[in-house]
């Protein structure tokens, strides 16, 4: 007889149940535009996070959470990182870094068709100083040809040792797929941080005021969307199973509050449809959306308005 050991059931191949699960926080960050809030979404499967073709679109952190395989991944999606000029940038980029430092792993997102140059070229320096795994994701492949993508590949990894660096879409969702499988493997064995269904830590109305921020950029092309600010004042649940939410959009001056309510209130009333209209497919119930617009001069320097958006009050 051999004295091999008899296989029990612990060296069985280990079926589902016995696998463990993995989980982590993986942060986002970016020059701003980079596309960090619609990867955002693509790999969460629902909109969590509000997106924008302007910049500076994202202004606290937002965690999005997927789950793929056995893994649970929370993704942090930071404001975009610039050169500073007001308090509310300063007070984005500091949190946006301050998201890298709590994550398990760092991923930079770097738009293709823009490439290094610019605030990515300061990012890249700035994440010599992370001592987390780095992984590089060039998006908008879209956009770019296959040689150009590899050229961008080689000069970024020249700067900053990153582990992988994976070429994907998140407007098309090509590639996602193998970034999602790769950080499933990735993370951290351990039990998962928030129950199964939940997909966002952002409370609903600071959600649906969110969207009502993103109709207004998509919306208004002047300097107003950066100047403005919107807070859920009122939600009412109604017996006939609808709900009423009042929100203010806060502007520094009257000047913008024309503006934002536009020629005979057309525009605040096609912020309002729009707004109104998402709200209600994410809630699954109808939506009595109304929206008031207040003058609150240097809204920018007052610390309350910091903490309703979740970010620090940078002082000086
Ligand atoms: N063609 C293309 N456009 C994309 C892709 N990903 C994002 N975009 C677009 O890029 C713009 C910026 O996207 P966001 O997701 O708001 O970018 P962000 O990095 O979150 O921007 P901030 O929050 O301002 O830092 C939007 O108009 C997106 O539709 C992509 O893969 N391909
Ligand atoms: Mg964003």
């Given amino acids: 007889m051999s004295d091999e050991i008899p296989s029990g059931p612990e060296s069985a191949p280990e079926s589902a ?14 020059a701003t535009n980079a596309g960090k809030s619609t990867l955002v979404n ?93 992984i590089l994701v060039l998006n908008k492949i879209d956009r770019v040809r296959p040689e150009d993508l590899l050229k ?26 193998d970034f999602l499988d790769y950080l499933a493997k990735t993370l951290p064995e351990g039990p998962w941080y928030y129950p199964e269904d939940q997909i966002s830590d952002l409370p609903m109305r600071q959600l649906a005021a969110e969207i009502t921020r993103e109709k207004l950029f998509l919306r208004l092309h002047q300097e107003l969307p950066y100047a403005s600010h919107v807070e859920t004042e009122k939600w009412e649940e109604r017996k006939d199973g609808s709900v009423r939410i009042e929100q203010v959009i806060y502007v520094e001056r009257e000047s913008q509050k024309k503006i934002a309510l536009g020629k005979q209130g057309e ?19 109808p939506v009595h959306l109304f929206l008031f617009v207040k003058v609150r001069e240097n809204w920018g320097d007052d610390p309350a308005r910091f903490r309703e958006m979740g970010l620090e009050f940078p002082r000086g």
Avoid: Y
């Fill in 17 to 30: 149940v016995d696998t463990p699960t993995h989980s982590g926080f993986v942060a986002l960050i970016g």
């Fill in 152 to 177: 961008l590949a080689s000069a970024a990894n020249e700067t900053v040792a990153f582990d992988r660096t994976f070429m994907l879409s998140a407007a098309t969702g090509s590639g996602c797929e």
């Fill in 267 to 285: 525009a605040i009333k096609a912020i309002s449809t729009a707004a109104r209209k998402e709200i209600s497919e994410i809630l699954e119930q």
């Fill in 42 to 134: 693509r790999l969460v499967g629902a909109k969590v996070t509000i997106v924008s073709h302007k910049v500076q679109t994202t202004r606290a952190i937002v965690r999005g959470i997927a789950i793929h395989e056995r893994a649970q991944i929370v993704f942090m999606d930071t404001p975009g990182i610039f050169k500073p000029r007001r308090r509310l940038d300063r007070a984005m980029v500091t949190t946006a870094w301050g998201g890298a430092k709590d994550a398990d792993l760092v991923v930079l997102l770097v738009d293709s068709e823009r490439g290094l140059r610019g605030d990515t070229e300061a990012i890249l320096e700035g994440l010599k100083e992370v001592r987390q795994p780095k």
